[in-house]
DNA sequence: CAGTATCCGCTACGATACTG
DNA sequence: CAGTATCGTAGCGGATACTG
């Protein structure tokens, strides 16, 4: 719907009094964040490694993309298509027939995304033994922290019954 | 939600008949999936990269990253702790002192981030432009049918007139 | 300072129905 | 087949208040 790209600046980068070596602008409003969340989005990422194997139609998207419904593919490829990462072909047949494929402005991206979904393949393991390690410390906290509570307690009534 | 499938996991990737040289599982339940999608959050990516530089207190986590609340940076840095990409360590002094910090397996992530950073800042002037250019092509084509549509409404006026 | 707890609006998303 | 339009809902994420 709205659209709020009314902001000239071509680089926001160097402003605020308090920055450091920090090579990249944090501030909410800055282009390179809304660029950055629009591509890794939820489904974005997978469109992308999709596309880059070959030019797909919208059908073969859906059935490709797990759980992705008509309107998530719809809107994501119309992000993709504006951003000029992807392009669209509609081909004047029937029934009619749309590809896919990506840009070499999207071409250049997926070099980076596979790097990404590489490096979760290879350390998904790691991943979840630190997940299990950490749910694990957090139920023994919490029953340590349970036991010391009780401790305290009848500390307490100890001593209410020793002041009578 | 449900998961009735008796998958035989370990890998996840070679399953359908209608599967292709795509090296990695598009299901919903993949765990990839969902490891990549808590990476590329909202949040998260900005963190890592932060992070990168040196550790950091909470506070200071805070007040580089604009426009983020206490509650989901807290809930941002659980996240990555559980996942085992930043540590965090107490310091027992008054005021509290709280220091973030990447893991090895957070810092091996960075370098992935920090491309996909470094490539959003290259490109963004041709996504800037890409976008605009969309835009006015939907304008154009929308101003077009619509002048189609006045056209054809008139036709059909004129042979109902004509038809009289 | 470094959080957690509570409330709540907004919108992202899925399901469904309809169009060219 | 390739979408758009409409509606209902769940949960993301912000604001505020409270704790250790």
Not at 50 to 60: C, G
């Amino acid at each position: 719907m709205e659209d709020g790209t009314s902001k000239s600046l071509g680089h926001c980068g160097d402003t605020d009094d308090d920055y450091d070596v920090l090579q990249w602008d944090t501030r909410e409003d800055c282009e390179v964040r809304q660029i950055l969340d629009r591509i890794a989005d939820k489904w974005s990422l997978l469109v992308i490694a999709l596309l880059d194997q070959r030019s797909l139609r919208f059908t073969e998207l859906r059935r490709k993309i797990d759980g992705i419904s008509q309107r998530m593919l719809a809107r994501t490829l119309r992000h993709l298509e504006r951003d000029g990462l992807v392009s669209r072909t509609v081909h004047p047949v029937v029934p009619p027939r749309v590809d896919y494929e990506l840009t070499p402005l999207g071409a250049s991206l997926h070099h980076t995304v596979r790097a990404l979904v590489t490096w979760t393949e290879k350390h998904q393991n790691e991943i979840a033994v630190a997940r299990s390690a950490y749910d694990v410390r957090v139920v023994v906290e919490q029953e340590a922290a349970e036991k010391e509570a009780v401790r305290r307690e009848a500390m307490a009534r100890g001593v209410l019954a020793g002041g009578r």
